[in-house]
């Protein structure tokens, strides 16, 4: 009999031998991997409330809530695990295809509850790029079933969606999309609601005028009936906390009203208390046709998104012999159902939301004074959801260039936060700015620990690069 060698049991290897194993067999996402040739990835082994520790034993507040998800902080483990537990011990999997369980229509029924108006159909996914992706196709599926040929989405410079093909055809990130074209057909990106630049004697009315204008516009010159969807997060993250002018939502859905378009809320990021309401359309007062949810709704402890869509969506799929033509094996997973079901619970019973609200202001309050500081521009977001832009010159605004922003951000503030303890997001898709969006216990403790950080770390990188 022939015996096999065997590779040893990823059990049997000690800690010890992890970064190592990484470097050789880990491929990261969104990351460059040739920076790890000889140095360790960053190794994260555990979580307690919004802090975390890396393998060396070294402590961080995540200033990220993971990755704009972990709306409960790490300290749930216990609780969801015997949620999932009790999941699996009862029904680990059933799929979605024409047959439902419990858990997934539990959860359904909790976010019809909690979604706008007669958002009452809940199809589930794996992910926010799914999601994103879902909605597209519901969209054009259901002009279909009306009789219209409608494809084209709308969305809006510098968003991100996602990173499946469709979801990526409507990022509006040029130098995500390019490495993957041709993408999907069609997509057009309009304006996003960034007004740090805009004229110093525009009005916010103006502004938003400005915005629906272009809106308009572009769907006149695509052929009003061959759009098929706007896309749109009711706070824009990639670009910096883009909160929406006065006005604008109500315009963008008096435009799809007028043309025939449905209007998606892109709500992966500011959905489940992340601005202080259950819903970014709640804050901002936004009537979507449909909503697109993942990360917060499981605080990632499990992998699971949702599209959810208003009864008229489902109209034409009711028809004799009609259908969506869409799925996938994982959507509804009852035991990541389940997890979503405690994550709902405890957003509510530790009343997180609430505290979010009550807190935003002291939030705000702490990082107002960075603004003073020569090399930060502005400060935007609302809830606990923030972008702190970095300019060359306040005065004229002068942002800095590609290479310099490239040593600033990954040579130097990257690598400078970790050290210090700060896990945030630095970011370039744009300008060069800094996000901060810690799970949703954090508290005034936490709130000074990141300014403080932040301002230690700002005037240093002042100092190195513009002084
Ligand atoms: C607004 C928005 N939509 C969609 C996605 C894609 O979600 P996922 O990474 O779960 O596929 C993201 C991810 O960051 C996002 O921020």
């Known amino acids: 009999m022939a015996i096999s060698v065997r590779k040893p049991s990823s059990k049997a290897r000690s800690t010890g031998e992890l970064p190592e194993l990484a470097r050789k067999h880990l491929w990261l996402h969104f990351t460059r991997m040739g920076g790890y040739l000889d140095e360790d990835v960053p190794i994260i082994v555990r979580g307690d409330g919004c ?11 995540d200033g990220l809530a993971g990755l704009f998800t ?60 799914e999601a994103v992706e879902t909605a597209w196709k519901l969209a054009r599926q259901f002009h279909l079933g009306n009789g219209q040929r409608r494809w084209k989405a709308i969305s809006r410079k510098l968003a991100y969606h996602g990173t499946t093909m469709g979801a990526l055809s409507i990022n509006g990130v040029p130098q995500l999309r390019q490495p993957f074209e041709p993408l999907v057909p069609e997509v057009i990106h309009i304006a996003n609601t960034n007004g740090y630049r805009r004229p110093a004697d525009e009005t916010e009315a103006e502004f938003t005028a400005f915005l629906l204008e272009e809106l308009e516009q572009e769907i006149i ?30 315009g963008v859905r008096a435009l799809c009203d007028d043309y025939g378009i449905l209007l998606c809320a892109d709500e992966v990021i500011c959905g489940f208390g992340r601005l202080g309401e259950w819903l970014g359309t709640d804050r901002h007062d936004m009537q979507p046709d449909m909503l697109t949810v993942a990360k917060g709704l499981s605080s990632g402890y499990g992998t699971i998104g949702a599209l959810i869509a208003s009864d008229r969506l489902m109209e034409p799929f009711l028809e004799e012999g009609a259908m969506f033509s869409h799925g996938s094996t994982f959507g509804g997973h009852p035991v990541q159902a389940a997890i979503a079901l405690k994550n709902i619970e405890i957003l509510r019973r530790e009343r997180l939301v609430e505290h979010v609200r009550a807190t935003e202001g002291a939030f705000r309050a702490t990082l107002a004074p960075l603004l003073d500081l020569p090399i930060v521009g502005d400060l935007r977001g609302e809830g606990f959801f923030y972008a702190l832009e970095l300019v060359r010159d306040k005065e004229t605004k002068q942002t800095f260039e590609p290479e310099e922003s490239e040593a600033l951000l990954r040579g130097f503030l990257t690598p400078r936060l970790y050290e210090a303890g700060l896990i945030c997001r630095t970011d370039d898709r744009g300008d060069p700015l800094v996000c901060i969006c810690p799970p949703l216990v954090a508290g005034q403790a936490e709130f000074d620990r990141i300014a403080g950080i932040l301002g230690d770390v700002f005037t240093e990188a002042w100092t190195r690069f513009c002084a």
């Open 221 to 250: 010159q695509a052929g009003p009936d061959t759009v098929a969807l706007v896309v749109l997060e009711p706070v824009q993250n990639s670009g910096g906390c883009l909160v929406p002018p006065a006005g604008y939502l109500e």
């Open 51 to 61: 802090y975390l520790e890396d393998i060396n034993g070294k402590r961080f507040l």
């Open 70 to 129: 972990v709306q409960v902080g790490y300290s749930f483990g216990e609780e969801i695990g015997q949620a999932a537990l009790e999941q699996m011990r009862e029904l680990p999997y059933y799929s979605n295809w024409s047959y439902a369980h419990p858990a997934a229509i539990r959860l359904a029924a909790e976010l019809a509850e909690l979604a706008p108006g007669d958002l009452n159909r809940v199809f589930f996914v794996s992910g926010g790029s």
